[in-house]
Each structure stands twice: as C-alpha cells, then as structure tokens.
C-alpha cells in the first residue's frame, strides 16, 4: 500500500490540530535571523500545500515538491492565484528550476525516507539546490519519539471519514511503521474500507549532522520544538539550520 494516496483526499480533515500558522511563525524567525535575504523558499515534502500557501501569501517565491502526486492535486487547488510552482519528485533526485534562498522540510518528512543512502543523497541534492549561503531548516521527530510509538494507536474522526493509526516499532530495523485504516462514508450511508501503510526511520541526532557536514553544509545548528533554543533530554522533535557555503 503507497502512502498518501486514498489519505491525500482527507489528509487536511485529520490534521485539523497542525497549527500550520505557528510553524510558518517559526520558519520566518529563522528566515530573518539568517544573515542573508530570503526571498525564494523550497518547501520539500510540501503535502498538501498548507505551509506552502502561508509562505506565499506572505511574500515569498515558492516552489512547493513532493513525490505524492496525489498530495500535490490537493496542494494546487489549494494555493489557486498564489506564486507557488509544484513540482513531483523524491527527494534524492530533487532538481529544481533555479537555486533557492531556503529551503525547508517539515513536519518529520525526512524520517519517511528510511534508507540511510537515499538521505544522504537527499542531502546533497538540497546543498546542489540552495544558491551560496542558503538556509536549510527542517525538523525529525527523535528515535525516542518513534521507538514511544510501539504499540499506540491514534484515531481521527470527521462526519466523512474515520481514521486508525496503529504504530508499531522494529528496534532492529529502526523503522516505525503506521499501519492506516480508512472508513470513508459512501453517498448511500455505507462504509468503505480502505488502508496505507507509512514507516518512519530513527535517525539519530549525530548522524543527521555528520551527513549533513558529509554534503557540505555548514554552521549546524539544533533547535527544540518550535523553539529559538536548543533541544531538552529527550525532546521528541528536533529542528536543524545549515547552510550552504557562501561565495
């Protein structure tokens, strides 16, 4: 079952409780602490445009990418009349149009790619793409949080559709994965069942920085949750800064 497609259609529904406006807040803190003016924004992973619709409405050139062409269908009509251009591709073959100013990875989307040789070349190709001394801001939720999941299940209502999530973790593997069932509410009062199944990797903190120096990045920075300071014993989401080398 491939992710985000069946829940591309419902996505924004069950995530009614994504402050999408404070994570945009945060994203401009960042912007304007960076040395250099951001104008153009890649926004990686984008979903279902929400973050990419605030950043432009708020004056920023954005390039919005995901490899969900599902997802991306939602994301075009959302941000209808806004700069935004889309684009479907994975991230370890990310090849934009032109350099960036920034460019920014949210809500825990790089733990989605779950094969240490794809992030890495996921990170180089975000250096190649980030004109000399862009930003790179993104977030991963920690091994902790991930390792929490084992066990817990989730659920998500509208009139429409009910929503399960049942986490389960594999220490061996690293990996958690989401096994979803979708019950969507059909014209005539029945239920229809369908499902995904997304997997997360525990990445750890020192190797997102090492691969991140590994494809050239520069003053590394870590931030807590949604915060200018750095990250508590056992935060469960952790943000990063680098930089790409200025001329």
Known sequence: MEAYTTLARYYDQLTGDVHYGKWADYLQRHFHRHKGEIRSVAELACGTGSLAKLLAQRG???????????????????????????LCQDLSQLRLLQPVDAAVCCLDSLNYITRPAQLRQALRRVHQALKPGGLFLFDVKTPEALEGA???????????????????????????????????????????????????????????????????????????????????????????????KGL
């Not at 990418?65 to 251009?85: H, N, P, T």
């Not at 199944?197 to 050239?216: F, I, V």
């Not at 807590?224 to 508590?232: E, K």
């Open 150 to 244: 084992d066990g817990q299940i989730y659920l998500d209502e509208t009139n429409e559709v009910y929503c399960v999530w049942r986490g389960e973790y594999f220490p061996r593997l690293r990996i958690c994965g989401y096994g979803i069932d979708l019950f969507v509410r059909q014209s005539d009062g029945t239920w229809q069942r369908t499902g995904e199944y997304h997997q997360e990797y525990a990445y750890t903190m020192q190797e997102l920085e090492s691969w991140l120096e590994e494809a050239g990045f520069t003053r590394i920075k870590q931030y807590g949750n949604l915060r200018m300071t750095p990250p508590r014993r056992g935060e469960e989401r952790v943000f990063f800064t680098a930089e790409r």
């Open 60 to 86: 920023y050139q954005v390039t919005a990418v995901d490899r969900s062409a599902d997802m991306l269908c939602q994301a075009d009509q959302k941000c209808q009349g806004l700069d935004v251009l889309f």
